[in-house]
């Protein structure tokens, strides 16, 4: 797919993966070395905004020493959040990642209303969702964290792991794979850094230490986001991805949450919100006690908060529409200015 995406670019273009992005420029991981690379000015008139993850076109002047990025390849997954404040849109935070390990802890950490989130938003991005129940260490007996994960998880792989006494760690690796992506999320405290430390530790540092001058001797400072891992795979790390919220993923709910909303074909109302409308399918499953009721607080929860970012995002579109009616209207008196008409 990529290939016939890049067929269109002959000559001195070359496809590079972002590795780390600023406003202007990007680090840009090419066959053999990281480079960087200015955005054109035609595509940042365009708000055209590259992500670490993906895959640019670059217009390479090797005469100049210089590479532009000239465009953005289609993007195969995109993990995005809704924009905090007032702001509507989506802000794209990484892209084109395959499988995304969902990191969830034992003991006080445990929390499964915060997984049920954090599958929404990987559903949502079109990566392959994987959890990782670290910090096993910690209980005697892993069966019953095993049970209520899996049962919230539906067929979404469960892996325990102790990233700090490195145990069950071999079981990620059929998830790294050459040409793949993979990137881990999951609440502070967890033990995220710990297993990026243990697992892809060594590789990680060495592939930070690459280059640290640029061209002209300068010091960069720039924290690289995008790993190459010693068999061909790619890990990506950023500060986006670990302050991940949930966006607009109305799918993503609906895949988290398959038991509710397979039984919702049976509530008597087609628009049944499981609330307080007589004969709930939903509602009676609670009480017979298939679905609990914590999940289903949860995925009305969540389904709220979609619904009052689609309507904030709406509001952002017409305030964009009135924004461009008035840049039309003003051009329109512009010309009639300047034609006298
Ligand atoms: N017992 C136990 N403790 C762990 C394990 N993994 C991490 N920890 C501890 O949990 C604490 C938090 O670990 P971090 O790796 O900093 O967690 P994090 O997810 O990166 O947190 P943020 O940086 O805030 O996002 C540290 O004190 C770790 O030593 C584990 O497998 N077992
Ligand atoms: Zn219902």
């Given amino acids: 797919m990529l290939e016939d995406a890049f067929s269109a670019y002959k000559g001195p273009y070359i496809a590079g993966r972002v590795a780390a992005q600023h406003k202007t420029v990007c680090e840009i991981l090419i066959p053999g070395a990281m480079i960087q690379a200015a955005i054109s000015g035609a595509m940042r008139r365009i708000g055209k905004q590259p992500v670490v993850g993906d895959f640019v076109v670059l217009l390479d002047q090797t005469e100049l020493n210089s590479y532009t990025i000239v465009d953005i390849l289609p993007r195969k997954t995109c993990l995005a959040r809704g924009s905090p404040g007032d702001g509507s849109e989506e802000q794209v935070i990484a892209a084109n990642i395959d499988t995304i390990f969902i990191v969830t802890a034992v003991g006080k950490d445990q929390n499964l209303r915060r997984l049920e989130r954090y599958l929404t938003i990987v559903y949502s991005s079109g990566a392959k969702p994987v959890i ?169 929860k969540l389904t709220d908060e979609l619904v009052f970012q689609s309507e904030k995002a709406e509001l952002g579109l017409k305030r964009l529409e009135k924004k461009k009616y008035k840049g039309m209207t003003q051009s329109a008196r512009k010309y009639r200015e300047f034609t006298g008409k």
Avoid: W
């Fill in 132 to 300: 990782l129940v670290n910090k096993i260490d910690l209980v005697d007996d892993t069966a019953q964290v095993i049970k209520e994960t899996q049962d919230i998880a539906g067929d979404v792989p469960v892996i325990t792991i102790s990233a700090l006494s490195k145990n069950g760690l071999d079981a990620l690796l059929p998830y790294i794979n050459p040409d793949e992506t993979v990137a881990l999320i999951g609440s502070s405290g967890v033990g995220k850094s710990t297993l990026i430390n243990t697992f892809f530790g060594e590789t990680i540092q060495k592939t930070m230490g690459v280059r640290e001058d640029d061209d002209k001797g300068r010091h960069i400072t720039t924290v690289r986001q995008l790993f190459l891992l010693p068999n061909g795979g790619i890990f990506i790390d950023n500060p986006g991805i670990r302050k991940i919220q949930l966006g607009d993923s109305s799918d993503g709910i609906e895949r988290t949450f398959s038991d509710i909303t397979d039984l919702a074909h049976n509530c008597r109302f087609k628009n049944c919100t499981h609330h307080d409308e007589p004969h709930c399918a939903v509602r009676n499953a609670v009480q017979q006690g298939l679905i609990t009721q914590e999940r289903l607080a949860s995925y009305h």
